[in-house]
C-alpha cells in the first residue's frame, strides 16, 4: 500500500482545533509526543503513517484450521437441488441490483444467475442526507432501507428443508479491486418465532476471493426450516475501504441446494464427537492444565507430539451430573515445557504447548486485532486512512473525529469500549513490561496510546466530548466532498455524558502512571484535563431515584458508580492528593451499598450486584458487560488505602464475590466450572424490559431476521423457559450460567463471562489466592477450545475456529466476537451462522481479552528482604527460585511455594497480578495459620497457630465477625496455638476475619465461613 502523509488541509485543523480553548492550549503538542512514546526501540518496520505510528503487515490466519473451510470438503449423503440457474424461476432483485442470467461462465450446465450492485452508490449519498445537509454515514444494512441491494427467490409453496442442514451455493467473484468481499445467505421460514430462543436464519460469508468460483456454505441444524418461503442474496453496501477501489462488486451463482451432511454441533454441553475440550494454544507449567473428554476410558496419555511417545498416563476422573458423562483429564501436575498431546480411548487432540509464553500468541493476535481495528489509518491490504471527513461541531467548531477503533465489524465507534480498550491496554503493557517481556509490551503501548490521540483530540472542553460515532459507511476521507458528515444530532454531537466523562478520567488518570516516566510533559497534560473533567462530575453524582429498565448498550448505577470510584483511585494514584482518595471512598460507600451480601432466602450464591441504588434489579447483562468495574474498585481500593477504615468492607466485597458467586457458581457448569451470568429471581420475569427499537425496525414484515413480529407471549414463554432450565437456587431463585435472553437478535455471552473474569482476578490478587487465579485461567482456557465444541472464539488462534460477522472488514487474526450464544437449555450455542451481534467482531471483546491477560498468567511480583537470603520452590514444577541476602525484587507464577529462609520453612501462596511485601528474617518472623470451629459449647471459636520467631503485635480485621484474643503473639519454631472466640453478627450473610503482623501487615491470613 502507498503511504502518504494526511492532506495539509486536515493537518491545518487538526492543529488549529489545539487551539480553540485555553483548556486545550495545555496540550497542544498531544498528538507527536502521544506517538513518539508509544514508538520503541528496535522498531523492524520502516513504514510510518504521519512520521510517527509504525505500519505493520497484519498477522495471517492458517486458513486450513478455519471450520468454514473444513466444511466444504464435507461428504454429502443426500441433496436436493434448489436451483441450477438453468431456468428462469422466479428471482427478483431489489431496485439498487442488476440481476441477469448469463452464460459467461457456470459451475455446472450452460449458466448462472448474475447479481450486480454498487457498493459507493452516489445516488445513494446525495438522498441519504441529514437534516444539516450533509451524509447520514449509515451502511444500508437491512432489507427494509433505500438503496437495499439483494435478490430473492420466492417460492410457490413453502418449502420443508427439515431433512437437510446444509444450504450449498457457489459465486464467482468477478475481479475486483475492492479488498472487502462479504456476501449474505438468508431464508424465511413462514410462521417461525421470533423469541430469545430461536436463531436467526441469517449468515454472512467474508473474505471472498475475486476471480475465481467460492464454495459457500452454512450449516442450519438449528434453524427453523420446515416452512421455507424465500431465499436471499443479500450484499450490505458499505461503500469502499480504499481510494480508487472498485464501487462495483459482480457475482455469478449457480447450483443452490440442501444437503444433508454431518453437521457441527452447533449447541448443547456434550463434548463433540471426536473431540477432547482443551486449551488450543496451550497452557503455562504452573498454571491449571484441564481438558474435558467423553465418558470413556479411566485414563489418559500425554504424547510427546513429535515423537509420538507416551510420556505420562494419567487417572481420568469421571464426572456425571445433569449436563452429561464425562472425563476430566487433570493433568495440572505434568509441567515439563514441550509440545504435547492428549490421548483418551481413540481420541486423539492436535498439537499443544506446555510452555510459560503459551498465550503470549493470543495477546498477540489480540493487538493485531486492536491494529486491524484502527479508524483513521491505512491498515495495509485493508483501508486507507479513513473518515477523515466525519466530524463533530462545537460552538461553531468543526473537528474530525476519526481515531481510535472501529467498535464492531459495521465501522461505528463508542468512546466507552476506546476509553476502557486504553485502560486495559496500558494494565497490559505494564504486566507484560514486569514479565520480561518488552517488544510486546511496546506493542500493547502503542495501541493504547492510538486509543488516548482520539481521546484528547475528541474532548472539546471540560466534561464536553463527542458523543458516539454512528458512522458505518466507508466514506472517501475527503475534506470537502459529498459524503461529508457532520453528527449533530442528538446521540452523536458534542455534550456532556457523565458516564463517557468518567471513563476518560479513568483513562487519562492511568495513561499518566505509565507515562510519566517516558513523557513528563505528556502526562501533565493529560493530567491536566482529567483534573477538569472529575471535578465536574464528582460534584454532580448522585444516586438516582429511579430505576428504569435499561438498554442492552445502556450503562447502570452499579457500572457508574464502580468506575467512577476506580476513576477516584487512579488520580490519588496519579497525583498523591487525599481529596482523590476521599472521593473514592465517598463513591465506595454507593458501590457497597448495592452489592448483595446476605444469602437470600438461604439461597447459597451471593457477592452479585444491583443495577440501582434501590436495589430493585439485579444487574443482568447480555452482550455488553462492566461487572469488572465493582471489583476492580474494590481491589484499588485495598491497594491504595490500606489503612482506611472502610477498607475491610472493600476487602470482603472482593471476597463474598470471589467465594460465593465465582467459585460456588462455577460449580453449576461442572467440569468447565464457567463463572455464571447472574441470578434471577421469579419475580424478575415479569418486570419490564426496555423497548426493542431493533425487533421494531426490523420486523416490520416477515424477513429471515424476523419471520413473525416479536410476540409478548412468546418472550414471556420463552423467558420462563430459560429460567426453568437454570441451576435452581429454591422456590424463588435460579443461577443461570448464560444470560437470560429477552431479546430475538441481541446475543452473545462472552464478554459477560471475561468481564466476570477480569473481576475474579482483580479479587484473586487482592486475596492472594492462587486457586482463584486457576479458576480466571480455566475461563480464559474456556474461550481458546476449552469448551464442548473444542472451537476458539478468536479467529486465527487454534486449531478450529468459524468465521466471525464482518461487514465492512476482512476477518483478523484474534478478532473475537460477542462469543457463545445459548437457547433453550442453560448451555452454549456455537454454530455456524455468523451474525449480527453474537458473532460480529468488536473491539470490546478484544478490550475484555487484553484485561484479563493483565492479571491471568501474567505472575506476581515480590519484593522485600532476606538477610540471610532466601529459596522459593514451586509446589508444581518444583522450580526454584534463589535471592541473594538482601533485598529482593522478583517475579514468580501464580503458585504455592516452600519457602526456606536461614532455619524456617513457611508456605506462600502468590496469586497473578499481585505484589507481596515480605520480611523474610528468621529471627524475626510469624508463620500463621487458622481453623475455625464449634466448641463443646456450641460457640464459634479460631484457633491460631503461630510459628516463626520474635514476638508480634498480632492484626485483626473482621466483617460480619467480632472477635477476641490476644493482641500479641509469639512465635517459636514450636508451633503455638491460641484461641480466638469469634462472634457472628449476622447469620445470613459470610464472615471474614484477616489476621496479619507488624512485620507484614498487608500479607494477611483470612478466614471465612457461612
Same mark, same amino acid.
Given at each position: 500500500?502507498?503511504?502518504?502523509?494526511?492532506?495539509?488541509?486536515?493537518?491545518?485543523?487538526?492543529?488549529?482545533?489545539?487551539?480553540?480553548?485555553?483548556?486545550?492550549?495545555?496540550?497542544?503538542?498531544?498528538?507527536?509526543?502521544?506517538?513518539?512514546?508509544?514508538?520503541?526501540?528496535?522498531?523492524?518496520?520502516?513504514?510510518?503513517?504521519?512520521?510517527?505510528?509504525?505500519?505493520?503487515?497484519?498477522?495471517?490466519?492458517?486458513?486450513?484450521?478455519?471450520?468454514?473451510?473444513?466444511?466444504?470438503?464435507?461428504?454429502?449423503?443426500?441433496?436436493?437441488?434448489?436451483?441450477?440457474?438453468?431456468?428462469?424461476?422466479?428471482?427478483?432483485?431489489?431496485?439498487?441490483?442488476?440481476?441477469?442470467?448469463?452464460?459467461?461462465?457456470?459451475?455446472?450446465?450452460?449458466?448462472?444467475?448474475?447479481?450486480?450492485?454498487?457498493?459507493?452508490?452516489?445516488?445513494?449519498?446525495?438522498?441519504?442526507?441529514?437534516?444539516?445537509?450533509?451524509?447520514?454515514?449509515?451502511?444500508?444494512?437491512?432489507?427494509?432501507?433505500?438503496?437495499?441491494?439483494?435478490?430473492?427467490?420466492?417460492?410457490?409453496?413453502?418449502?420443508?428443508?427439515?431433512?437437510?442442514?446444509?444450504?450449498?451455493?457457489?459465486?464467482?467473484?468477478?475481479?475486483?479491486?475492492?479488498?472487502?468481499?462479504?456476501?449474505?445467505?438468508?431464508?424465511?421460514?413462514?410462521?417461525?418465532?421470533?423469541?430469545?430462543?430461536?436463531?436467526?436464519?441469517?449468515?454472512?460469508?467474508?473474505?471472498?476471493?475475486?476471480?475465481?468460483?467460492?464454495?459457500?456454505?452454512?450449516?442450519?441444524?438449528?434453524?427453523?426450516?420446515?416452512?421455507?418461503?424465500?431465499?436471499?442474496?443479500?450484499?450490505?453496501?458499505?461503500?469502499?475501504?480504499?481510494?480508487?477501489?472498485?464501487?462495483?462488486?459482480?457475482?455469478?451463482?449457480?447450483?443452490?441446494?440442501?444437503?444433508?451432511?454431518?453437521?457441527?454441533?452447533?449447541?448443547?454441553?456434550?463434548?463433540?464427537?471426536?473431540?477432547?475440550?482443551?486449551?488450543?494454544?496451550?497452557?503455562?507449567?504452573?498454571?491449571?492444565?484441564?481438558?474435558?473428554?467423553?465418558?470413556?476410558?479411566?485414563?489418559?496419555?500425554?504424547?510427546?507430539?513429535?515423537?509420538?511417545?507416551?510420556?505420562?498416563?494419567?487417572?481420568?476422573?469421571?464426572?456425571?451430573?445433569?449436563?452429561?458423562?464425562?472425563?476430566?483429564?487433570?493433568?495440572?501436575?505434568?509441567?515439563?515445557?514441550?509440545?504435547?498431546?492428549?490421548?483418551?480411548?481413540?481420541?486423539?487432540?492436535?498439537?499443544?504447548?506446555?510452555?510459560?509464553?503459551?498465550?503470549?500468541?493470543?495477546?498477540?493476535?489480540?493487538?493485531?486485532?486492536?491494529?486491524?481495528?484502527?479508524?483513521?489509518?491505512?491498515?495495509?491490504?485493508?483501508?486507507?486512512?479513513?473518515?477523515?471527513?466525519?466530524?463533530?461541531?462545537?460552538?461553531?467548531?468543526?473537528?474530525?473525529?476519526?481515531?481510535?477503533?472501529?467498535?464492531?465489524?459495521?465501522?461505528?465507534?463508542?468512546?466507552?469500549?476506546?476509553?476502557?480498550?486504553?485502560?486495559? !491496554?496500558?494494565?497490559?503493557?505494564?504486566?507484560?513490561?514486569?514479565?520480561?517481556?518488552?517488544?510486546?509490551?511496546?506493542?500493547? $503501548?502503542?495501541?493504547?496510546?492510538?486509543?488516548?490521540?482520539?481521546?484528547?483530540?475528541?474532548?472539546?472542553?471540560?466534561?464536553?466530548?463527542?458523543?458516539?460515532?454512528?458512522?458505518?459507511?466507508?466514506?472517501?476521507?475527503?475534506?470537502?466532498?459529498?459524503?461529508?458528515?457532520?453528527?449533530?444530532?442528538?446521540?452523536?454531537?458534542?455534550?456532556?455524558?457523565?458516564?463517557?466523562?468518567?471513563?476518560?478520567?479513568?483513562?487519562?488518570?492511568?495513561?499518566?502512571?505509565?507515562?510519566?516516566?517516558?513523557?513528563?510533559?505528556?502526562?501533565?497534560?493529560?493530567?491536566?484535563?482529567?483534573?477538569?473533567?472529575?471535578?465536574?462530575?464528582?460534584?454532580?453524582?448522585?444516586?438516582?431515584?429511579?430505576?428504569?429498565?435499561?438498554?442492552?448498550?445502556?450503562?447502570?448505577?452499579?457500572?457508574?458508580?464502580?468506575?467512577?470510584?476506580?476513576?477516584?483511585?487512579?488520580?490519588?494514584?496519579?497525583?498523591?492528593?487525599?481529596?482523590?482518595?476521599?472521593?473514592?471512598?465517598?463513591?465506595?460507600?454507593?458501590?457497597?451499598?448495592?452489592?448483595?451480601?446476605?444469602?437470600?432466602?438461604?439461597?447459597?450464591?451471593?457477592?452479585?450486584?444491583?443495577?440501582?441504588?434501590?436495589?430493585?434489579?439485579?444487574?443482568?447483562?447480555?452482550?455488553?458487560?462492566?461487572?469488572?468495574?465493582?471489583?476492580?474498585?474494590?481491589?484499588?481500593?485495598?491497594?491504595?488505602?490500606?489503612?482506611?477504615?472502610?477498607?475491610?468492607?472493600?476487602?470482603?466485597?472482593?471476597?463474598?464475590?470471589?467465594?460465593?458467586?465465582?467459585?460456588?457458581?462455577?460449580?453449576?457448569?461442572?467440569?468447565?466450572?464457567?463463572?455464571?451470568?447472574?441470578?434471577?429471581?421469579?419475580?424478575?420475569?415479569?418486570?419490564?424490559?426496555?423497548?426493542?427499537?431493533?425487533?421494531?425496525?426490523?420486523?416490520?414484515?416477515?424477513?429471515?431476521?424476523?419471520?413473525?413480529?416479536?410476540?409478548?407471549?412468546?418472550?414471556?414463554?420463552?423467558?420462563?423457559?430459560?429460567?426453568?432450565?437454570?441451576?435452581?437456587?429454591?422456590?424463588?431463585?435460579?443461577?443461570?450460567?448464560?444470560? !437470560?435472553?429477552?431479546?430475538?437478535?441481541?446475543?452473545?455471552?462472552?464478554?459477560?463471562?471475561?468481564?466476570?473474569?477480569?473481576?475474579?482476578?482483580?479479587?484473586?490478587?487482592?486475596?492472594?489466592?492462587?486457586?482463584?487465579?486457576?479458576?480466571?485461567?480455566?475461563?480464559?482456557?474456556? %474461550? !481458546?477450545?476449552?469448551?464442548?465444541?473444542?472451537?476458539?472464539?478468536?479467529?486465527?488462534?487454534?486449531?478450529?475456529?468459524?468465521?466471525?460477522?464482518?461487514?465492512?472488514?476482512?476477518?483478523?487474526?484474534?478478532?473475537?466476537?460477542?462469543?457463545?450464544?445459548?437457547?433453550?437449555?442453560?448451555?452454549?450455542?456455537?454454530?455456524?451462522?455468523?451474525?449480527?451481534?453474537?458473532?460480529?467482531?468488536?473491539?470490546?471483546?478484544?478490550?475484555?481479552?487484553?484485561?484479563?491477560?493483565?492479571?491471568?498468567?501474567?505472575?506476581?511480583?515480590?519484593?522485600?528482604?532476606?538477610?540471610?537470603?532466601?529459596?522459593?520452590?514451586?509446589?508444581?514444577?518444583?522450580?526454584?527460585?534463589?535471592?541473594?541476602?538482601?533485598?529482593?525484587?522478583?517475579?514468580?507464577?501464580?503458585?504455592?511455594?516452600? %519457602?526456606?529462609?536461614?532455619?524456617?520453612?513457611?508456605?506462600?501462596? %502468590?496469586?497473578?497480578?499481585?505484589?507481596? %511485601?515480605?520480611?523474610?528474617?528468621?529471627?524475626?518472623?510469624?508463620?500463621?495459620?487458622?481453623?475455625?470451629?464449634?466448641?463443646?459449647?456450641?460457640?464459634?471459636?479460631?484457633?491460631?497457630?503461630?510459628?516463626?520467631?520474635?514476638?508480634?503485635? $498480632?492484626?485483626?480485621?473482621?466483617?460480619?465477625?467480632?472477635?477476641?484474643?490476644?493482641?500479641?503473639?509469639?512465635?517459636?519454631?514450636?508451633?503455638?496455638?491460641?484461641?480466638?472466640?469469634?462472634?457472628?453478627?449476622?447469620?445470613?450473610?459470610?464472615?471474614?476475619?484477616?489476621?496479619?503482623?507488624?512485620?507484614?501487615?498487608?500479607?494477611?491470613?483470612?478466614?471465612?465461613?457461612?
Amino acid at each position: 500500500m502507498k503511504v502518504t502523509q494526511a492532506a495539509p488541509r486536515f493537518d491545518v485543523t487538526r492543529r488549529g482545533l489545539l487551539k480553540s480553548t485555553s483548556t486545550l492550549a495545555v496540550i497542544s503538542l498531544m498528538p507527536g509526543q502521544l506517538a513518539a512514546a508509544g514508538i520503541g526501540r528496535g522498531t523492524s518496520t520502516s513504514a510510518m503513517w504521519q512520521g510517527r505510528w509504525p505500519i505493520r503487515p497484519l498477522l495471517k490466519a492458517d486458513l486450513s484450521k478455519l471450520l468454514d473451510e473444513k466444511g466444504r470438503a464435507k461428504p454429502v449423503h443426500e441433496r436436493r437441488l434448489i436451483d441450477d440457474m438453468e431456468s428462469d424461476n422466479g428471482w427478483v432483485a431489489s431496485a439498487a441490483v442488476s440481476l441477469s442470467y448469463t452464460s459467461e461462465r457456470a459451475r455446472s450446465g450452460s449458466r448462472s444467475l448474475r447479481f450486480s450492485t454498487l457498493l459507493r452508490n452516489e445516488d445513494y449519498i446525495r438522498a441519504a442526507r441529514r437534516p444539516n445537509g450533509t451524509f447520514q454515514g449509515e451502511g444500508v444494512l437491512f432489507e427494509g432501507q433505500p438503496f437495499a441491494a439483494f435478490a430473492r427467490r420466492i417460492f410457490k409453496e413453502p418449502q420443508d428443508w427439515s431433512a437437510f442442514n446444509r444450504i450449498s451455493m457457489w459465486a464467482y467473484v468477478h475481479p475486483t479491486t475492492n479488498p472487502v468481499n462479504v456476501i449474505s445467505l438468508q431464508f424465511t421460514c413462514e410462521g417461525a418465532p421470533a423469541g430469545p430462543l430461536d436463531p436467526v436464519a441469517v449468515h454472512y460469508i467474508g473474505d471472498l476471493k475475486p476471480g475465481e468460483w467460492n464454495h459457500l456454505v452454512w450449516e442450519i441444524p438449528e434453524q427453523h426450516r420446515d416452512r421455507v418461503s424465500e431465499f436471499m442474496i443479500f450484499q450490505t453496501l458499505s461503500g469502499v475501504s480504499i481510494g480508487g477501489a472498485d464501487t462495483r462488486i459482480t457475482y455469478d451463482f449457480d447450483e443452490l441446494a440442501v444437503e444433508r451432511i454431518d453437521a457441527e454441533q452447533p449447541k448443547g454441553w456434550a463434548i463433540a464427537p471426536g473431540t477432547i475440550a482443551f486449551s488450543h494454544v496451550g497452557y503455562q507449567p504452573a498454571g491449571p492444565k484441564i481438558a474435558i473428554a467423553h465418558e470413556g476410558s479411566h485414563s489418559f496419555q500425554i504424547v510427546e507430539a513429535d515423537s509420538n511417545q507416551v510420556v505420562a498416563t494419567l487417572d481420568a476422573a469421571p464426572v456425571i451430573n445433569s449436563r452429561g458423562s464425562y472425563r476430566k483429564l487433570d493433568f495440572t501436575s505434568f509441567s515439563k515445557p514441550g509440545r504435547y498431546r492428549l490421548r483418551h480411548g481413540s481420541t486423539t487432540s492436535d498439537p499443544f504447548l506446555i510452555s510459560d509464553d503459551a498465550w503470549e500468541p493470543v495477546i498477540e493476535a489480540t493487538l493485531n486485532a486492536f491494529y486491524g481495528l484502527r479508524c483513521g489509518f491505512p491498515v495495509p491490504g485493508v483501508q486507507d486512512a479513513c473518515h477523515r471527513d466525519v466530524f463533530a461541531l462545537y460552538k461553531g467548531e468543526k473537528r474530525s473525529v476519526e481515531g481510535g477503533w472501529h467498535d464492531a465489524a459495521n465501522l461505528t465507534q463508542s468512546p466507552y469500549r476506546t476509553h476502557l480498550s486504553i485502560y486495559a !491496554l496500558l494494565d497490559l503493557h505494564d504486566a507484560l513490561k514486569l514479565r520480561g517481556k518488552s517488544a510486546l509490551a511496546e506493542r500493547a $503501548l502503542e495501541e493504547a496510546l492510538w486509543g488516548l490521540d482520539w481521546s484528547v483530540r475528541t474532548r472539546f472542553a471540560p466534561a464536553q466530548r463527542a458523543l458516539y460515532n454512528h458512522v458505518s459507511y466507508w466514506t472517501d476521507s475527503k475534506v470537502g466532498t459529498a459524503d461529508d458528515v457532520i453528527q449533530d444530532d442528538e446521540r452523536s454531537s458534542v455534550g456532556r455524558d457523565d458516564f463517557q466523562n468518567i471513563l476518560g478520567v479513568l483513562a487519562g488518570a492511568r495513561s499518566v502512571r505509565t507515562l510519566r516516566t517516558r513523557d513528563a510533559k505528556l502526562a501533565s497534560n493529560v493530567l491536566k484535563a482529567a483534573r477538569e473533567d472529575f471535578a465536574l462530575v464528582a460534584a454532580a453524582i448522585q444516586p438516582p431515584k429511579d430505576a428504569p429498565p435499561l438498554e442492552i448498550n445502556q450503562p447502570s448505577w452499579r457500572d457508574f458508580v464502580g468506575y467512577a470510584t476506580l476513576a477516584a483511585v487512579e488520580m490519588y494514584r496519579a497525583t498523591g492528593e487525599r481529596q482523590y482518595a476521599t472521593e473514592a471512598a465517598r463513591f465506595a460507600k454507593w458501590l457497597v451499598a448495592i452489592q448483595e451480601r446476605t444469602f437470600i432466602d438461604g439461597i447459597g450464591i451471593t457477592g452479585y450486584f444491583y443495577e440501582d441504588a434501590g436495589r430493585t434489579r439485579i444487574v443482568h447483562e447480555y452482550h455488553n458487560s462492566f461487572e469488572d468495574c465493582g471489583l476492580l474498585a474494590f481491589s484499588a481500593l485495598c491497594d491504595a488505602l490500606p489503612d482506611h477504615p472502610d477498607w475491610m468492607d472493600w476487602y470482603a466485597g472482593l471476597a463474598i464475590y470471589a467465594d460465593h458467586f465465582c467459585v460456588t457458581g462455577s460449580e453449576a457448569s461442572d467440569p468447565f466450572n464457567i463463572i455464571p451470568a447472574a441470578v434471577w429471581r421469579k419475580s424478575d420475569l415479569d418486570a419490564p424490559q426496555p423497548l426493542d427499537r431493533t425487533g421494531m425496525m426490523l420486523a416490520q414484515k416477515p424477513s429471515a431476521v424476523f419471520p413473525t413480529p416479536p410476540m409478548p407471549d412468546v418472550i414471556r414463554r420463552q423467558m420462563q423457559q430459560q429460567y426453568d432450565a437454570g441451576t435452581s437456587l429454591g422456590p424463588n431463585h435460579t443461577l443461570r450460567i448464560f444470560p !437470560l435472553w429477552y431479546d430475538h437478535v441481541r446475543k452473545g455471552s462472552s464478554t459477560v463471562h471475561m468481564s466476570k473474569t477480569i473481576g475474579l482476578g482483580a479479587a484473586a490478587a487482592t486475596l492472594q489466592r492462587a486457586d482463584l487465579s486457576d479458576l480466571a485461567a480455566r475461563q480464559v482456557q474456556w %474461550v !481458546l477450545g476449552a469448551n464442548p465444541f473444542s472451537r476458539s472464539l478468536l479467529y486465527g488462534v487454534g486449531n478450529a475456529f468459524w468465521q466471525n460477522f464482518t461487514v465492512a472488514l476482512p476477518n483478523f487474526v484474534g478478532g473475537m466476537s460477542l462469543g457463545f450464544n445459548s437457547y433453550e437449555e442453560d448451555a452454549p450455542a456455537w454454530g455456524n451462522n455468523a451474525v449480527f451481534p453474537y458473532k460480529e467482531m468488536w473491539v470490546y471483546s478484544s478490550c475484555r481479552m487484553a484485561m484479563n491477560f493483565s492479571r491471568v498468567g501474567i505472575g506476581a511480583r515480590l519484593q522485600g528482604t532476606a538477610p540471610q537470603g532466601a529459596e522459593f520452590r514451586n509446589s508444581r514444577t518444583k522450580k526454584t527460585t534463589r535471592v541473594r541476602p538482601g533485598k529482593f525484587d522478583l517475579q514468580l507464577d501464580a503458585g504455592r511455594y516452600d %519457602v526456606r529462609y536461614g532455619s524456617i520453612e513457611r508456605q506462600l501462596t %502468590v496469586a497473578d497480578a499481585s505484589s507481596v %511485601v515480605l520480611s523474610l528474617d528468621p529471627l524475626r518472623t510469624a508463620i500463621l495459620s487458622a481453623t475455625s470451629r464449634l466448641t463443646e459449647g456450641g460457640r464459634h471459636q479460631i484457633d491460631l497457630t503461630v510459628y516463626g520467631a520474635g514476638t508480634h503485635e $498480632l492484626t485483626v480485621r473482621t466483617w460480619n465477625a467480632a472477635v477476641s484474643g490476644p493482641k500479641q503473639v509469639i512465635a517459636t519454631q514450636t508451633a503455638k496455638t491460641y484461641p480466638i472466640s469469634l462472634e457472628i453478627t449476622d447469620p445470613s450473610k459470610p464472615w471474614i476475619v484477616a489476621f496479619g503482623t507488624a512485620n507484614e501487615p498487608h500479607n494477611m491470613l483470612t478466614i471465612s465461613g457461612k
